[in-house]
T-cell receptor, first 109, second 111 residues
């Protein structure tokens, strides 16, 4: 059974810091990995999707990498802003879409 | 833009009631999913569907059923609501092996 882990559960950083969010998964037989953002009480917003054949994807200040063989992905956020405060979830796609529990990020002004 | 619409944002039901949660997507996606989200437990998959009239159990299907009579609509049914089904319910859709898009969520309270 696929398991997805995100550690730590919460992170607080000062504004302007570059940061890395980690995601690990146990079964490397995946089609893709997706990073989402969730604001309190809301649904999930897709940030980036990396297909299993890709190594990384970039969107604005966000960069996601994938190392399928080691079962790891990172989401890099450059020059963090208070508006980046949210919960970030990663999910791996095989026959199902399996989620980690998320990292709650707080960016302090 | 892809739109996934859940019929209600907030719902309050009584124990024992039959509850229907509706999800509609407008992008002709084959795959649709139902999750529940609880503090400390994350998102857990209840059921998913690859195509019309097809359904697969997820990790926590007990107490739930689903219906997919049309491609755009995926319904989650609580046959007899119980208090432990109080949760945030999230629907998603995607093309095969592509980006999943989520609805805004339904916060269900069973009293």
């Amino acid at each position: 059974k696929q398991e997805v882990t995100q550690i730590p559960a919460a992170l607080s950083v000062p504004e302007g810091e570059n940061l890395v969010l980690n995601c690990s998964f146990t079964d490397s037989a995946i089609y893709n990995l997706q990073w989402f953002r969730q604001d309190p009480g809301k649904g999930l917003t897709s940030l980036l999707l990396i297909q299993s054949s890709q190594r990384e994807q970039t969107s604005g200040r966000l960069n996601a990498s994938l190392d399928k063989s080691s079962g790891r992905s990172t989401l890099y956020i450059a020059a963090s802003q208070p508006g980046d405060s949210a919960t970030y979830l990663c999910a791996v796609r095989s026959s199902k879409l399996t989620f980690g529990k998320g990292i709650t990020l707080s960016v302090r002004p | 833009d892809v739109k996934v619409t859940q019929s209600s944002r907030y719902l309050v039901k009584r124990t024992g009631e039959k509850v229907f949660l509706e999800c509609v997507q407008d992008m002709d996606h084959e795959n649709m999913f139902w999750y529940r989200q609880d503090p400390g437990l994350g998102l857990r998959l209840i059921y998913f569907s690859y195509d019309v009239k097809m359904k697969e159990k997820g990790d926590i299907p007990e107490g739930y059923s689903v219906s997919r009579e049309k491609k755009e609509r995926f319904s989650l049914i609580l046959e007899s609501a119980s208090t432990n089904q109080t949760s945030m319910y999230l629907c998603a859709s995607s093309l095969e092996r592509h980006t999943a898009f989520f609805g805004q969520g339904t916060r269900l309270t069973v009293v």
